[in-house]
């Protein structure tokens, strides 16, 4: 009886030697050895909010409409915001800080912000529309309102609701 690795199972060779690959990236980014070795991911910060203000940068730029590198340059501007920023290198793309992957995503998710099918020096153009941001707010908002009022549809079974209410009473 074996316990333990064995090096014959191949699977478990590449998941092995993934997962070290990644821990090498992790500490030639600089990044603290006890924090990579501890096992546990580095907690979020609360302070952090970066689709509210990627609509920020949106509308300081003109026409609310600019790239990702010109709210990118809005952020950074920003003293407050450029506080927080994390600037170690980002495992996955070896050249691009953590916080700029952030924004990228952000400006995806934000409501109101869609793409405009131009490029400005190889980037796609973004624009911020606020109307469209707040139909979408209030429609988020009239979701979260129907689930908590139970009303959020899912066939019944909700306190005092019948969950098969075609079968009526006398069955």
Request: glycine share 12%.
């Amino acid at each position: 009886m074996q316990l333990g690795w064995d090096p014959k199972d191949e699977f478990a060779r590449r998941r092995l030697r993934s997962r070290l690959s990644a821990v090498r990236a992790r500490l030639d980014h600089g990044e603290a050895p006890e924090e990579v070795m501890c096992g546990r991911a580095r907690q979020v910060n609360p302070n952090v909010h970066w689709e509210a203000w990627c609509r920020n940068a949106f509308l300081a730029l003109p026409d609310y409409q600019g790239t990702s590198e010109d709210v990118c340059a809005v952020l950074q501007a920003n003293p407050y915001i450029a506080l927080l920023l994390d600037q170690r290198i980002s495992a996955n793309t070896w050249t691009v800080p953590r916080w700029r992957d952030s924004v990228f995503f952000a400006i995806r998710r934000a409501p109101g912000v869609a793409k405009t099918g131009a490029k400005r020096n190889g980037l796609l153009i973004y624009r911020y529309d606020p109307q469209a941001a707040a139909l979408a707010d209030a429609a988020k908002a009239a979701r979260w309102l129907a689930k908590r009022k139970g009303g959020g549809g899912g066939g019944g079974g909700g306190k005092g609701e019948a969950s098969m209410p075609h079968l009526g009473n006398g069955q």
